[in-house]
């Protein structure tokens, strides 16, 4: 049986801890918590069968097998960072943080400093394995589309852009690089970050972010061609009734790769 901590208890947070109640050998035993959250946090564990220790860090003497981030782009450098140091494997699917300039840099350097791994999870995408494995031989463009109901895009720099509540039609509210679309978008474009980290980089990955009041799901389109041929995959995914933002994937993604680390067979 694996031991886990996970870091952020939110609308991810909260529905793998659900599912991961029918597995047997995986222990969520401790979820990290925002400080001055530890109340609200045990609050909505309270029903869980065996409901995990609230910790706002994770003690010097913790040794969880895996750290899993379903927090925000803050944690990375809280929690992750740390934890790699210390020898911890660390999965994360706040994966749009990695296009802080040097980021990337500062998490390999302390994986290899505590002999371990970081493993970015795809969350709400598919096609990942097949976009990477592409790279191999030489990729030349990637064209990402997100595409949002409005009230996705609420408390976001879209709001400048458009009156969201009035749209009757489907409105770019960005078009850039992929870097430009993760700082400006953190919440939105982690989808825009994984294919860049997986193909031709933060800079070469054109996003398109629209907000669209005719779509009930957030719709992820890309687009790749390079020497293996090319690539076009839709994914209309179902958002989470407690986050608008998030898709139901990115919790099914983080359950898969957990299992996988426990499971005899990955797949
Ligand atoms: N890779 C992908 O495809 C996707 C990635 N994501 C990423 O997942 C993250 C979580 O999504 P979701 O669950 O929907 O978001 P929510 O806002 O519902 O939940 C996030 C939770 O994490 C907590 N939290 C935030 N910062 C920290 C921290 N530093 N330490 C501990 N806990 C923290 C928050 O608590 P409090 O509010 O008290 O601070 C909140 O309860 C998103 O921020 C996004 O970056 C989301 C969707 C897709
Ligand atoms: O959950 C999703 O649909 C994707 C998402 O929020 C992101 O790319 O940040």
């Known amino acids: 049986m694996l031991n886990i901590t996970m870091i952020g208890c939110g609308a991810i947070g909260i529905s793998v801890l659900e599912l991961l109640e029918k597995d047997p050998q995986l222990h969520v035993d401790a979820v990290i918590a925002s400080a001055g959250s530890e109340d609200l946090v045990r609050q909505r564990l309270a029903s869980f069968r065996q409901p995990p220790t609230v910790l706002t860090a994770l003690p010097a003497d913790a040794r969880p097998d895996l750290l899993v981030e379903c927090a925000g782009h ?65 990729l030349d463009t990637v064209d990402y589309i997100g595409r949002k109901p409005a009230r996705a895009w609420k408390n ?51 996003v398109t972010l629209i907000a669209d009041p005719l779509s009930e799901d957030n719709v992820h389109h890309f687009e790749a061609r390079g020497a293996f041929g090319g690539f076009e995959m839709s994914l209309r995914g179902k958002p989470l009734e407690a986050n608008p933002k998030t898709s139901a994937l990115t919790v099914y993604s983080v359950v898969r790769a957990l299992g996988n680390h426990a499971h005899a067979i990955s797949i």
């Open 156 to 206: 976001t720099p879209a709001e400048q852009v458009c009156a969201l509540d009035e749209l009757r039609e489907p409105t770019v509210i960005f078009h850039g690089s992929a870097r430009e679309a993760a700082q400006l978008y953190p919440k939105n474009a982690n989808v825009a970050a994984t294919l860049s980290l997986a193909g031709i980089g933060l800079d070469r990955t054109r």
């Open 74 to 138: 803050k944690a990375i450098e809280e929690h992750v960072l740390p934890a790699l140091e210390r020898g911890i494997a660390c999965l994360v699917v706040s994966v749009g943080a990695l296009s802080e300039p040097g980021l990337v840099e500062r998490l390999e350097a302390a994986a290899a400093r505590g002999n371990t791994r970081i493993e970015l999870l795809p969350g709400a995408i598919g096609g990942i394995d097949a976009l990477s494995a592409a790279k191999v031989g030489g």
